[in-house]
Nanobody
Framework: QVQLVESGGGLVQPGGSLRLSCAASGSVFGIYVMGWYRQAPGKQRELVARIDSFATTTYADSVKGRFTISRDNAKNTLYLQMNSLKPEDTAIYYC?????????WGQGTQVTVSS
């Protein structure tokens, strides 16, 4: 069973930046497409970015040009650099496999963008 631990969230003003990290247990992390998902209050969880084993990335239109996903397979860690943050980016952010997530999600990390 893979365990996922997200960190790096916080309160930031509009236009600010945050860097999220996701530490994954297990030795097969590097072979999977990994994604960052987010869930805002009252909304469904959505995929915001994904990265495959060749470091090819794909982004949701809402974050394209502002967010950068990356991975360090040697450290079993996934990252999300978030710049030019907007209030609508406020959500709990999770990492998991894509397109079929592992059934056990981490606790997520709260990102709040507010002045």
């Amino acid at each position: 069973q893979v365990q996922l631990v997200e960190s790096g969230g916080g309160l930031v003003q509009p236009g600010g930046s945050l860097r999220l990290s996701c530490a994954a247990s297990g030795s097969v992390f590097g072979i999977y497409v990994m994604g960052w998902y987010r869930q805002a209050p009252g909304k469904q969880r959505e995929l915001v970015a994904r990265i495959d084993s060749f470091a090819t990335t794909t982004y949701a239109d809402s974050v394209k040009g502002r967010f950068t996903i990356s991975r360090d397979n040697a450290k079993n860690t996934l990252y999300l650099q978030m710049n030019s943050l907007k209030p609508e980016d406020t959500a709990i952010y999770y990492c998991n496999k894509y397109p079929t997530p592992w059934p056990s999600w981490g606790q997520g990390t709260q990102v709040t963008v507010s002045s």
